[in-house]
């Protein structure tokens, strides 16, 4: 069931004291970019993962799951499980405690404590990672570097991201988590709800299907020199093909020059994207104005029809358009209904 419409007021999350003890279904199948090792003779058969600096194998059904970077907690727990350790939030976190509101909602759910917050400000800190001796470290979604994943694997085995930096799309990271925790059916069957979830809440927003969306960056009203957008590499944009949204050729054609996230394009330029019907973006009241007072960006159709879906980044709502294994089924309704709005001026 969708959660009920969130702009308008957040409810304040109860404290949790009580531990959760989770126990984990042994693997059955893996899935993509993981195989079967050789059996160790006891229940659990040892699980091989590919990933970009190589495979990790899992040898042993992992009790103690700690995570790394983005979200990565956020499968471990829609699966049942309390990681031992997860990294700090700090985008969107608007009551500062560390934990965004759809965490907060499942930790309630499951009767378990908060876990052990790293501060991931100037990076890994790998040292309060090992003091929660985990027996698996969760990165599918991450920017880790050769350096960080060998530090890590000092530590346990690591899950690392499979090709790109901040590039693994939500079902991929769950896929690959679920089977490091040695999960992988419960994994699929987490996919197969959220796609359902997606699909039915999108069969009521018909005026979105099709509608050519680009995702800007954080504007800078002082230089409008050029334009930052994500390219089709970022989870936020590989988003508007699961809400039926379709990518412009612009935007395509700039991703398939790059591996990376996010790109530029000088404003000068701006006629290129005289196909974005949409523009998502994270700013404040006085966005539209600044770019409808430009003389170039006031040309791309989603600017001159105000077809823009203004994003507040510093609160969950925004963060959530960067979609989660938990955040998807708490802001889908809202995501939808702000994108129809868009989409009726069009």
């Not at 400000?121 to 698996?136: H, K, R, S």
């Not at 059916?185 to 959220?194: M, Q, T």
């Not at 398939?256 to 006629?271: P, Y």
């Not at 507040?312 to 709005?341: H, M, Q, R």
Request: hydrophobic share 45%; net charge negative; aromatic share 6%.
């Amino acid at each position: 069931m969708l959660r009920a419409p969130r702009l308008l007021a957040l409810a304040a999350a109860a404290s949790m004291t009580v531990a959760l003890a989770a126990c984990a279904t042994p693997a059955t199948e893996p899935g993509a970019a993981v195989s079967p090792a050789a059996g160790s003779g006891s229940g659990f058969e040892p699980i091989t993962i590919e990933h970009s600096f190589g495979t990790t194998t899992i040898e042993e059904k992992p009790e103690r799951v700690a995570t790394v970077a983005w979200a990565n907690q956020e499968v471990p727990l829609a699966l049942g499980v309390v990681p031992v350790g997860m990294a700090a939030a700090t985008f969107g976190d608007d009551d500062g405690d560390g934990v965004l509101p759809w965490v907060t909602e499942k930790l309630d759910e499951l009767g378990g404590e908060t876990p052990v917050l790293f501060d991931e400000t100037d990076g890994i800190d790998f040292e309060a990672v090992a003091d929660t001796a985990p027996d698996v470290i969760l990165a599918a979604y991450s920017g880790l570097t050769q350096e960080d994943y060998d530090t890590l694997s000092e530590i346990a085995p690591v899950v690392a991201f499979p090709e790109t930096a901040w590039g693994t799309p939500w079902r991929e990271m769950i896929e690959l988590n679920s089977a490091g925790m040695g999960m992988p059916e419960e994994g699929k069957e987490l996919i197969a709800d959220l796609d359902q979830q997606i699909s039915d809440a999108t069969a009521e927003f018909p005026g979105i299907a099709g509608k050519k969306t680009m995702f800007m960056t954080h504007v800078d009203p002082t230089d409008l020199s050029e334009v930052s957008y994500y390219t089709t590499h970022d989870t936020r944009a590989m988003f508007f093909e699961d809400l039926g949204l379709a990518t412009p050729e612009s935007v395509a054609t700039a991703s398939a020059e790059t591996d990376l996230f996010s790109g530029t394009i000088s404003t000068e330029q701006a006629d290129v994207l005289d196909d974005v019907d949409i523009i998502v973006t994270y700013g404040d009241d006085e966005l539209v104005s600044t770019l409808e007072a430009d003389p170039l960006l006031s040309q791309i159709p989603a600017v001159a029809n105000k077809a823009i879906v203004n994003l507040p980044g510093t609160t969950p709502v925004g963060t959530a358009a960067n979609p989660t294994p938990l955040s998807i089924s708490w802001v889908l309704e809202d995501y939808l209904s702000l994108l129809s709005d868009a989409a009726a001026k069009s």
